[in-house]
């Protein structure tokens, strides 16, 4: 199995940010949706100011995965008062998580969720959440095969579009007695 590698974004990434953000959701939901709500939602949610800023948040961090070079996804972690729902100093949302196509399906999305877990414990959190749209029924399906558990919903707008998400949570074992899936990060962190 090829290792992967985990980079924190730093500033000088955000041209190659803003483009697989644009390419995997719209690859992901662009068929789904209104054209004119859909290309709003793009200009407000991947705009380079709003990304900018997003960079300079203390608490949200965004990370590039690489296998051999080749870039095989990205993942958006928030804490504190950066989550948009819970805010609680245990909690670690993951707001985006995106394999690029070619990846998709070859055990990727697991491998990362487990760096994601043993991350967020070496950070003190107990949990993980996420909101994930309820017509997504394949990641649904992924996030519960993978443990979590729905315990809300939430409204997201797309352009003038609301929206649900499903809200799941993941709860962290303590690294006493944890499943060897969920242990430490063991993949390269730069
Ligand atoms: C959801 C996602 C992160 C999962 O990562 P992945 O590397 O494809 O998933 P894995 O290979 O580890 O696990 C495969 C399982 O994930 C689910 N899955 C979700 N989307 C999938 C896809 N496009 N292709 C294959 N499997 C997918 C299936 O349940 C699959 O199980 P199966 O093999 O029994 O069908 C990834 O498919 C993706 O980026 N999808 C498009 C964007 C998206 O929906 N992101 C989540 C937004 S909340």
């Known amino acids: 199995m090829e290792p992967l590698e985990f980079i924190r974004c730093t500033p000088a990434d955000l041209d190659v940010l803003r483009d697989v953000s644009i390419s995997t959701f719209s690859r992901a939901f662009e068929t789904q949706n209104n054209p004119e709500d859909f ?109 979590f558990v729905t315990f809300g919903k939430h409204p997201y707008d797309i352009g003038n579009d609301r929206q649900w998400d499903w809200l799941m949570r993941l709860d962290l074992p303590a690294s006493k007695g944890m499943a060897p899936d969920r242990g430490p990060a063991s993949d390269n962190t730069t």
């Open 39 to 147: 290309a709003a939602y793009l200009r407000k949610a991947f705009g380079r100011n709003q990304l900018e800023t997003e960079f300079r948040h203390p608490d949200m961090h965004f990370y590039f995965v690489r296998s051999e070079g080749d870039l095989v996804g990205y993942f958006k972690l928030n804490t504190g008062n950066a989550q948009t729902e819970l805010r609680e100093p245990k909690g670690m949302e993951l707001e985006r998580i995106y394999v690029l196509a070619g990846f998709q399906g070859r055990g990727m999305g697991a491998r990362m969720l487990d760096w994601i877990c043993g991350h967020a414990r070496s950070a003190g959190k107990t949990y993980l959440w996420l909101g994930v749209w309820e017509h997504n029924p394949r990641a649904i399906a992924f996030y519960e095969r993978q443990g």
